[in-house]
């Protein structure tokens, strides 16, 4: 459905995991969702694989000595559904939000970068897992697949997300585009890379926005100096986990409705004039006036991947 609302307030939420505990993480969302809905917030945006956090540890360190690492976070991953999930179902429901979330989530012997989204009444609506693992991350999580490439209706609108460089998938983007989203959640991990990353990513979540003729809710985690060195105490590794923060919310027109946070633990805010979509679309929409479907098409196998057929 297209959403009766005038106006939406969006939270995009910037905050350093619990290293130490699955739990302490996820009172750390709990308590992140109390302060943005007292704040007015009726959609809050986590960073991507938030709970327990985003595996750093296999971005610098080689493959076989990151298998301890791996194995606690395999330890300290939730399945979905579970018992995180039901906590933060409940929070959602609690404060009357729409709550989007990344975590790490265990599926027997599997990890995956999982996105899940909570309507305002705490329902589970959507569990999609990120289609191609980037880089490193390809030794710790194992594919999606189209089966969660999906829109969902929401108690602020039409909803969509994607993890980090799947915003360089300009089909899968389109994909979620051609069902209508109002407001795009999007999540990177954050500390990684430099100002370089922050600049990328800025620049991809406002394209899509103008491409989309949507709004872009964008949440990048943060490290602190104790845990960047918990991670490395090696100087010159710890470069590559500073930077790379961009938490802002774009309008359908590519305007920042809210100064990028690149640094520190925050919330940011922003209202979501939802006339603004159709009067972006009025000057094209790349899903209607401004397709050609007769020449370009996009075709999706949204069947759930499994071992068997049974």
Known sequence: MTTTKKTVRAAAVQIAPDFDSADGTLAKVLQAIADAAAQGAELVVFPETFVPYYPYFSFVHPPFQAGAEHLLLYERAPTVPGPVTDAVASAAREHGVVVVLGVNERDHGSLYNTQIVFDANGELLLKRRKITPTYHERMIWGQGDASGLKVVDTAVGRVGA??????????????????????????????MVGQIFADQMEVTIRHHALESACFVVNATGWLTDSQIAAITPDPAVQKALRGGCCTTIVSPEGVLLAEPLRS?????????????????KRMMDSVGHYARPELLSLRIDDRAVSPTNL
């Open 162 to 191: 994607l993890a980090c460089w799947e915003h360089y998938n300009p089909l899968a983007r389109y994909a979620l585009m051609a069902q209508h989203e109002q407001i795009h959640c999007a999540q990177f991990p954050g500390s």
């Open 264 to 280: 520190g633990e925050g919330i940011v805010i922003a209202d979501l004039d939802m006339a603004l979509i159709t009067k972006r």
